[in-house]
Nanobody, 114 residues
């Protein structure tokens, strides 16, 4: 059974920070490139950050310089440090492989107030 469990979301003011965590179960974690995705109200789900097995990272232009993705192969977890948050970052954030391999977890809500 594959499970992806996101946590760490919350409600912050513009300029605030959050650190999201994704715990993975039932996969050989170290063999997958991983990503963080988000879906804002009325928008399509988008990939905002990815990290390869060798820890090469890539970011969407909208978050570059503000977000940092990282992973722990010993803990089977992936993280997203989010700084300088803006209202347009408001979304439900999900982790998954990149490219997609697994069913979506429940996600974690991030709300940034203006």
């Amino acid at each position: 059974q594959v499970q992806l469990v996101e946590s760490g979301g919350g409600w912050v003011h513009t300029g605030g920070s959050l650190n999201l965590s994704c715990a993975t179960f039932g996969i050989i974690f170290r063999l997958y490139d991983m990503g963080w995705y988000r879906q804002a109200p009325g928008k399509q789900r988008e990939l905002v950050a990815s990290i390869t097995r060798s820890e090469e990272t890539n970011y969407a232009d909208s978050v570059k310089g503000r977000f940092t993705i990282s992973r722990s192969n010993t803990k089977n977890m992936v993280y997203l440090q989010m700084n300088s948050l803006r209202p347009e970052d408001t979304a439900v954030y999900y982790c998954n492989s990149d490219p997609l391999s697994f069913s979506w977890g429940q996600g974690t809500q991030v709300i940034v107030s203006s």
